[in-house]
């Protein structure tokens, strides 16, 4: 019996001290979005943390740029989150008032940081993460066209001057001047603020307005700075000697050549000012999740990395400027000929606001830049129509409702469903014959379990989200709130682009024209296809198919390119033919219509294919008999063909709108709304008051359910057409 108890108590302690290794030797889960070069040195810093530490590993877990922030709010609250995550600043407002953060004030040396990266991650009192690196804008210039960097404006303009050449398509300074972004070191320059000592949006200041008309100065009068600018086209300029000077960030280093003669400096100060060029300030930082199972050891590998050998090891490895000052120390960081520069322009830079309204500011600020640099109006009209769409998105969210009226009523709505439902089964002998069909309904199975799983699910959960709305990583109940909100559209007028029924209405016009051009062309060519006389028809096929084969956001991106103002295909086409250059985003029919050319040329292929395929089933026996009689070839095809064609056609036809009507990528990567989202259809508006508007999504999930609504009318509407419609009626 004794050694019973002996054995029994060995398990006991063997029991208890298994699991305590387990429990010390569970890893710190650290969530990052680095790729490349940046990724290789966090590998390193944390191989090096787990050699020194094993008792208490790390492991990192990579996760998509565009996913992090999502997946942080909703795994953390629910304990499946990351103990340290490695994030830019600039949402720590957002998580912190979610209680997502742990407080690390006095968790690690602040002195051995920059002021300003901790300034960043400073909300009120506390300090919510450790500071590891930073990005902002400098000036990159080609040191064999200039022997050194301007200082001035002034000095940065005559510069340019001397080397602009439009018709060769050379610019003496290039960057995205469309971009608020990149406008920052103006902005600031010139005295601006995005808010003000209240509190309040002080984007309409004097000094706001004065920053809006320098970059007018640079783009359309001084036209230094080409139109329409985007990264790769900065990139290609700078890359190929066709502008001495690029204004970009760290992530510029990727595009450009290793044997490209070029340097780093500081932005010029503001000749009208005297101020320094202050660029936006993004401050990437550990953070320690409020909900780490391990919160020593989480704090304990985020001061690891910003300590000073680490910080040398990111630097040099993962070429990041980094925040810790002793790592300038070393020679090989303080004397690098980018790392330097970086740390140069640091000492100028503006930390970007850790206001969650911040995330609210850059839609409407950049849209104002663009109405100034197009000349629609002046920039106090639109730095006013700004102010206005920022506390459009920043409002207050609807008064909460008792959920006890909607829960009544869908209990009893869900009781009388199951009676009638009980009733119906009974009195059919539902049961008899699923027992008579079992074989077809396992056959089904997998179907309708794909269909509930990946339609009806995702819609019942939309559809009870949409009468919530989201705060703070909080969902409060407010009824039909919403859905009157966009109805009434009471805080906008027909005509403002944020109004429902404008865009409804554009997404009508873009559906049906989209619609007709599908199915003309697409039928024009089956048509020519199917004649015996087309020689190579096999070869048209395929080459007409390609459109539809190839992914649809390549064939945008390709389009977005072919329609840029000074470098695009299709206005170098126009120039051959004497046509002035377009610029195709500036105005609402131009834009529109650049949209609209990209996805007729996506989606006629598919209209072609179903109608090669019905008229392949149409015999031709009918068209020769025709023929004898005397009939023409319109008689032919109105009387004989395209009545035989409406049966395959008009399910394509809807399917074709359904697809069309939310067809998201196409508005997202052409036109992305331009000008001032007058091009946004109802699915990319859903989109933008989910992601880009304070979070929005109850908004946007009733946004959804409207649209499923008008599809749903839609539906309806067509199968009546069709159950009135004399051909199908002889058909049937």
Not at 5 to 34: D, M, N
Not at 60 to 82: K, Q, V
Not at 452 to 469: M, N, Y
Not at 696 to 710: E, S
């Amino acid at each position: 019996m004794s050694r019973l108890c002996w054995v029994v108590w060995g398990w006991l302690v063997w029991l208890v001290v298994g699991a305590a290794t387990a429990q010390a030797a569970e890893p710190v889960v650290v969530w990052h979005a680095y790729q490349s070069a940046e990724r290789e040195a966090l590998q390193a810093v944390a191989a090096r943390w787990n050699e020194e530490n094993p008792q208490t590993p790390v492991r990192l877990l990579p996760i998509p740029y565009e996913a992090f922030a999502n997946r942080l709010t909703s795994a953390i609250p629910r304990g499946h989150g990351p103990d340290v995550f490695i994030a830019a600043h600039e949402r720590a407002g957002d998580w912190s008032r979610s209680g997502l953060l742990r407080d690390v004030t006095g968790e690690f040396d602040v002195d051995d940081h920059h002021p300003v990266t901790v300034e960043a991650l400073t909300i009120g009192e506390e300090v919510l993460g450790v500071p590891l690196a930073y990005k902002s804008v400098a000036l990159f210039y080609n040191s064999e066209m200039l022997s050194e960097p301007p200082a001035t404006t002034d000095e940065m303009i005559e510069l340019a001057r001397a080397h602009t050449r439009p018709d060769d398509g050379a610019f003496g300074l290039v960057y995205e001047a469309a971009n608020f972004y990149m406008h920052g070191p103006w902005f600031f320059g010139f005295g601006g603020e995005i808010f003000g000592e209240d509190g309040s949006v002080a984007l309409n200041s004097p000094a706001g307005r004065e920053s809006l008309a320098f970059a007018h100065r640079l783009v359309e009068e001084e036209r230094i700075v080409p139109r329409e600018a985007t990264g790769s086209l900065v990139g290609h300029l700078f890359r190929e000697g066709l502008a001495p000077m690029a204004i970009s960030g760290p992530w510029f280093l990727g595009e450009l050549d290793e044997d490209l003669p070029f340097d780093i400096a500081p932005l010029p100060a503001v000749s009208e000012t005297g101020l320094a060029s202050t660029p936006f300030l993004t401050v990437e930082a550990a953070f320690v999740s409020s909900q780490a199972t391990q919160p020593e050891t989480a704090v304990a590998f985020a001061r690891f990395l910003a300590s000073h050998e680490m910080a040398v090891e990111r630097a040099l490895t993962g070429m990041q400027p980094v925040s810790t000052l002793s790592a300038y120390e070393d020679p090989a960081v303080g004397e690098h000929r980018i790392l330097s520069r970086f740390r140069e322009q640091l000492d100028q830079a503006m930390p970007m606001s850790n206001d969650p309204r911040m995330r609210s500011i850059w839609e409407p600020a950049t849209q104002a830049l663009g109405q100034v640099l197009r000349g629609v109006v002046t920039p106090e009209v639109a730095l006013a129509q700004a102010e206005r769409r920022v506390a459009l998105y920043t409002r207050p969210p609807p008064e909460p409702k008792d959920p006890t009226p909607l829960m009544i009523g869908l209990t009893v709505l869900l009781l009388l469903g199951l009676g009638y439902g009980g009733y119906r089964f009974r009195r059919d002998r539902v049961w008899a014959r699923m027992k008579a069909s079992a074989p077809a309904y396992v056959y089904m199975a997998p179907a309708i379990l794909g269909m509930a799983v990946l339609i009806v699910v995702p819609f019942v959960v939309g559809s009870a989200v949409s009468l919530f709305t989201h705060q703070e990583g909080e969902f409060t109940y407010v009824g039909l709130a919403n859905f009157i909100d966009i109805i009434l559209s009471q805080e906008y007028g027909l005509t403002d682009p944020h109004s429902f029924y404008f865009t409804l209405g554009v997404t009508v016009l873009w559906t049906g024209l989209n619609v007709f051009l599908h199915v003309a062309i697409g039928l024009g060519m089956a048509l020519l296809l199917r004649d015996p006389w087309m020689r190579m028809r096999g070869v048209y096929r395929v080459l007409l198919i390609i459109p539809w084969a190839i992914p649809n956001y390549i064939t945008a991106l390709i389009w977005r390119g072919m329609f840029h103002q000074q470098f695009g295909a299709v206005n170098a086409l126009l120039a051959f033919v004497g046509v002035e250059p377009i610029s195709w985003f500036s105005q609402f029919a131009t834009a529109f219509t650049a949209n609209l050319v990209t996805n007729t040329w996506l989606g006629f292929p598919f209209m072609m294919v179903v109608t090669l395929g019905a008229l392949q089933a149409i015999p031709r026996d009918l068209e020769e008999a025709a023929a004898v009689d005397g009939a023409s070839r319109w008689q032919r095809f109105r009387h004989v063909t395209w009545p035989l064609l409406k049966p395959a056609l008009v399910p394509a036809v809807v399917l074709g709108t359904v697809w069309t009507f939310n067809m998201f990528n196409i508005i997202y990567l052409v036109s992305a709304g331009a000008p001032d989202g007058s091009t946004e259809i109802l699915i990319s508006e859903a989109y933008k008051w989910a992601f880009t508007r304070q979070e929005q999504y109850g908004y946007a999930a009733a946004y959804a359910v409207l649209i499923f609504f008008v599809l749903l009318a839609y539906g309806l509407f067509s199968g009546q057409l069709k159950t009135h419609d004399p051909a199908s009626k002889g058909e049937s």
